[in-house]
């Protein structure tokens, strides 16, 4: 499996900004996907994951509210919307795929596969 996250970039806080993970290989509507991102000097964090249907979603306390993570198993992708961004929000944001579960998975350690990371970062 391969994953390839897009949509990054420069935001002032208040603003929104739509994350995109492409993936190839194994059948991409069999298994959990999620988000994590990684703050400069901080460890890696969950920050939302959906189940192989769209229907289990769960977020961090963080960002609930105000991400929404969805995906098109006909697209073989997975979004993240993040609107009312806050400084805080500024990390690189990694896209991950969990190929032994199809429900929806919060832990960082079970994710086999990796994107190679999109950079947001939000001015206060």
């Keep these: 499996v391969q994953l390839q996250a897009s ?3 420069l935001v002032q806080a208040g603003g929104s900004l739509r994350l995109s993970c ?4 194994r059948s991409f509507g069999s298994y959990a996907m999620a ?3 990684q703050a400069p ?3 890696r964090e969950f920050v939302a994951t959906i189940s192989w ?4 979603k769960y977020y961090a306390d ?3 509210g105000r991400f929404a993570i969805s995906r098109d198993n006909a697209e073989n992708t997975v979004y993240l919307q993040m609107n009312s961004l806050k400084p805080e929000d500024t990390a690189v944001y990694y896209c991950a795929a969990d190929l032994n579960r199809g429900a929806a998975n919060m832990v960082k350690d079970q994710y086999d596969y990796w994107g190679q990371g999109t950079l947001v970062t939000v001015s206060s």
């Design 53 to 56: 249907s769209g229907t289990i």
């Design 7 to 9: 949509g990054g970039g």
């Design 22 to 25: 492409a993936a190839s290989g």
């Design 35 to 37: 988000w994590f991102r």
């Design 41 to 43: 000097g901080k460890e």
């Design 62 to 64: 963080s960002v609930k």
